[in-house]
């Protein structure tokens, strides 16, 4: 499937957590150690915040590790939240509008993982989205259309509310068809100010996902460690998985659960999928 990483914190260059770390995104796009694939080659983009009021996006389906572009623009662009994301596709067609993050207005959104037998429910699913909504999908992925369901059910108000209704909704749909698990997900959505990151599967077994320890604690651990001089108290990573191996520097978010980063702290809650009406 996919890799992806989210950041919140001090303006950081996009090379310092696309490209530097040890086990970095671009590694994971042809070594990803905790993945259904090993191999993430399918596209890559990255969504950033700066100076206009929605965020900036640059998609591509050529491999992470093969765009001279990515590097260019890591070296120059830095920013207090940042989306990133290597796409392995689950069927759907290798094209731009496929690649993640998808956004809407000042939201950016990722998802690692599937809607199972997407083929059977895709009809029932996009007919749930709300018709002012439709017209905005671009692409032809799941992820994207579970995008679109969230938004349809609240994401600008309140985003796990809104996610939980929309993977009670797939879960609906898909038990419907007599589809077993239909979903499986890690989800990192965001609004510039915020973000929400899950952790879910149908099945209970779902796709890993960490986040970062305090800033604090790791410059005390490792001072003469120079990225953890460089930000401050309140950054925060989640990630699909580590991007090295620094102990102390990860923990794993349980599998059904969730957590907010918004300033400077994070939030874990146990998530649970909600009937949709």
Not at 37 to 42: E, K, L, R, V, Y
Not at 168 to 178: D, K, L, R, S, T
Not at 256 to 271: K, L, Y
């Amino acid at each position: 499937m996919c890799r992806w990483l989210a950041y919140s914190g001090s303006p950081l260059l996009l090379e310092r957590m696309l490209l530097e770390p040890e086990h970095s995104l671009i590694d994971q796009s042809l070594n990803a150690r905790l993945g259904a694939h090993a191999t993430n080659g399918d596209g890559f983009g990255v969504g950033w915040y700066g100076e206009g009021q929605m965020p900036a996006l640059y998609r591509t389906t050529r491999p992470a590790w093969n765009d001279p572009n990515l590097a260019e623009l890591s070296r120059q662009i830095r920013s207090e939240m940042v989306f990133a994301h290597v796409r392995a596709s689950t069927g759907t067609a290798v094209q731009q509008t496929n690649c993640h993050p998808f956004r809407y207005g000042k939201w950016l959104w990722m998802h690692n993982g599937a809607i199972s037998d997407f083929q059977k429910v895709k009809r029932e699913l996009v007919l749930a989205v709300a018709p002012d909504l439709y017209p905005e999908i671009e692409g032809s992925t799941d992820s994207e259309l579970f995008f679109y369901l969230a938004l349809t059910f609240g994401l600008e108000r309140n985003p796990p509310a809104a996610v939980a209704r929309a993977v009670g909704f797939i879960e609906q749909v898909g038990q419907g068809h007599a589809i077993a698990h239909p979903l499986q997900m890690t989800v990192a959505v965001g609004d510039g100010r915020a973000l929400w990151a899950f952790r879910y599967a149908s099945s209970g077994r779902s796709r890993t996902l960490f986040y970062s320890s305090d800033p604090a604690t790791l410059r005390w651990r490792y001072p003469q460690n120079p990225i953890f001089r460089e930000i401050d108290d309140r950054t925060k990573l989640v990630v699909s998985e580590p991007l090295g191996s620094t102990r102390g520097v990860w923990n794993e978010l349980p599998n059904a659960h969730s957590c907010t980063v918004r300033n400077g702290g994070i939030e874990i809650s146990a998530f649970k999928p909600a009937a949709s009406i």
